[in-house]
């Protein structure tokens, strides 16, 4: 056949190589970086700790022996670099963009560690901030990695559908806080990754509870959780609760996450 652009969209011709469905093709991967697994994590709304779920899912696996990167897709609330204590600058050439490498040895690659202060506002619109993540992926020389989490934006708008779309994501997480308009969202989300086909792998409920320091009792802050029964809608299999803990917001906004400890989230990741 003549002249084939390879774009059997715009194509009607019936040719043999023709495919009805030929999809968005993902974006490449360069030939200096081998990433094997690809794990998103997201959430309906923000605040809900997605950006401290991802830093301490980065911690734990690397606990675990992996080799770990951290990809911050919320180009517009980047919170990665903070978290890890991260201040100096991404490196690069014409050729290639250096991840920045936090103390234990988690690669990560953030909008702030290319702005001149991380304090610029990125306003940018949807498909420039798109092209940003692909080229997080494509261009960053990410070497040997065994797992690399995407800290998502929240929401189910244009720049999480370039990650499904573009990332060969093997699956999410999806992070939410007990209120009842929380569900519906988290339903949203569950529902936004069935239609791109890719599994939810766990929901981690942040700020479950409070336990009181001094009695032990635990006090549901935000009402009551349906997290279970959700999770059991969709069949999920992994659920996680997290309390609401001083400790966490102290440790991320401080820096200092790597130095913190979480079992629920440790158990979490050796299952993925
Ligand atoms: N379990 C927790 N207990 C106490 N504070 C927490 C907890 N989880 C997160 N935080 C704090 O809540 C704030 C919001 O968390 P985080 O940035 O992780 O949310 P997010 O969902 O990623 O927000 P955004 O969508 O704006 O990026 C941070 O200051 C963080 O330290």
Wanted: hydrophobic share 40%; aromatic share 4%; proline share 5%.
């Amino acid at each position: 056949m003549s002249d084939c652009n390879h774009d059997c969209g715009s194509c009607g011709v019936s040719c043999d190589e023709r495919q009805e469905n030929p999809g968005i093709q993902k974006a490449p991967m360069n030939d200096l970086s081998d990433v094997r697994k690809v794990i998103g994590i997201v959430s309906g709304k923000g605040g809900v700790g997605k950006s401290s779920v991802t830093s301490m899912l980065a911690v734990a696996a690397r606990k675990q022996g992996k080799n770990v990167a951290v990809l911050d897709a919320d180009i517009t609330g980047p919170s990665i670099p903070k978290a890890f204590g991260i201040k100096e600058r991404a490196q690069g050439n014409d050729q290639m963009i250096l991840p920045a490498v936090t103390e234990t040895g988690i690669k990560a690659m953030s909008i702030n560690l290319l702005l001149e202060n991380d304090t610029d506002p990125v306003v940018w619109r949807g498909p420039i901030l798109g092209g940003v993540v692909e080229q997080f992926w494509s261009d960053v020389t990410w070497g040997d990695v065994d797992v690399m989490f995407v800290d998502m934006p929240p929401g189910t708008g244009d720049v999480a559908l370039t990650v499904y779309q573009s990332l060969p994501v093997d699956g999410i997480i999806i992070v939410t806080s007990p209120q009842e308009l929380v569900s519906m969202i988290v339903e949203k989300a569950v529902k936004m990754a069935d239609l791109m086909e890719i599994p939810v792998l766990g929901i981690v409920e942040n700020m479950s509870y409070y336990k009181c320091p001094d009695c032990g009792k635990e006090h549901k802050i935000f009402g009551d959780s349906h997290i279970e029964d959700i999770a059991a809608t969709h069949g999920v299999k992994h659920v996680v609760k997290l309390p609401l803990d001083s400790e966490v917001a102290k440790a991320c906004d401080m820096g200092q996450i790597e130095s913190f400890a979480c079992e629920e989230i440790e158990k979490l990741a050796e299952q993925l």
